[in-house]
DNA sequence: CTTGACCTTCCTGTTACTGGAACCCTTATG
DNA sequence: CATAAGGGTTCCAGTAACAGGAAGGTCAAG
């Protein structure tokens, strides 16, 4: 397979692909031509990445997990702490975004949004 | 005010002072001696700025609102409306990030975490 | 033979800084 | 007076994960 039937397949663009290679994800054969050539281990791994980065894990998570799972005796443990590790990053984020959210949908409530110049907005963020 | 007093007012480290310097959000004086020298209007737009970037506005956004802030025609609803869509973008972050929370701590709690190869998790990524 | 759709490499830019090297200025101390 | 510590300065490189674009090679069809 070529590149362009990969990134159909996939979802990820060719751009990416090329990037996936260059950092060591997979690891395509080159036909006489230069071109790139994939087997179906390849387009697998592929979207085993995708999913994962789909997943929030980085890319250097990825590659952990792909190591994980293409080794027979791996622990189940393992990867189960990558996963915790990554969702305990995930929930520290939801619970700062959340707190902006707040504070920052009970200060546009309060703006009244004319053509006047007061604003409780800029009020909060220059505050002395 | 040399740089490092205005660090430890303003909680910014003196990079990202030099960084916002660079980037044209504060322009403090020179001394003699070369040094920077920051007035209280230059701590004060630091502050705004850290303060809005903890509500995690983008650098653009934070000097657009650094302008209207400066403006005193100014009308609210422009700063409201920059505001609202940077509400938006929060509370999209927070539902992609509970969607894979959700995702996730499924696949965790299913995973046996123990040195047994087979994981739910793994398999979930690499399901055809 | 040419055209258009692919493919290749290489270089730059993105965001918001951070780390580090190499060097200057000021003040206190032995 | 030399020096050492603790400021400050500039500039260059690196981070994460790609995206955009230029310049050029390849392939199948008409």
Redesign the pocket.
């Known amino acids: 397979m070529?590149?362009?039937?990969v990134?159909q397949k996939t979802g990820l663009?060719?751009?990416?692909i090329?990037?996936?290679e260059d950092i060591g994800l997979v690891e395509p054969q080159r036909?006489?031509?230069?071109?790139?050539f994939f087997a179906e281990t390849d387009v697998h791994n592929l979207t085993f990445v995708q999913r994962a980065?789909a997943l929030g894990f980085?890319?250097?998570e990825c590659r952990n997990l792909l190591d994980l799972y293409q080794s027979l005796d791996r622990a189940s443990a393992d990867v189960k702490a990558i996963a915790r590790g990554h969702l305990q990053q995930i929930e520290q984020k939801i619970s700062d975004l959340q707190s902006m959210q707040e504070t920052l949908s009970d200060l546009i409530e309060r703006c009244a949004g004319d053509d006047r110049p007061e604003c409780p907005i800029l009020g909060s963020l220059s505050q002395s």
Chains 1, 2 share one sequence.
């Open positions: 070529n590149i362009g039937e990134a663009p060719a751009k990416t090329r990037y996936y036909g006489a031509n230069g071109y790139r980065r980085s890319v250097d």
